[in-house]
């Protein structure tokens, strides 16, 4: 049994679930801007827009600790292997 999707998930080693490499990027991208909005939204006084942006932005590292984990896990089953960004 794979560990690097979830159980359940119509993805196979050889067909991935998701992208995992493109999720990477986005969260990275989401994580960036939601930073940068944060502090010009705390610089601004908006407080509350900076809360919400600074929730999302600790969204966006959860999500990469996921991805991260996931790509691991796909580089102890296949051991070598390159993978694009879009696989």
Known sequence: MTRSQPRRARGTVGHAYSALNLRLALALFGLVTMTVLA??????????LGVLC??????????????QRRRAARRRE????RHSLFE
Do not use: C, E, M
């Not at 502090?39 to 509350?48: I, Q, S």
């Not at 600074?54 to 991805?67: E, K, Q, R, S």
């Not at 296949?78 to 292997?81: E, F, L, M, R």
């Open 39 to 48: 502090v010009g939204a705390f610089g601004a006084g908006l407080a509350w």
């Open 54 to 67: 600074a929730l999302f932005a600790v969204v966006a590292v959860v999500d990469l600790v996921v991805i």
């Open 78 to 81: 296949q051991p070598g292997a």
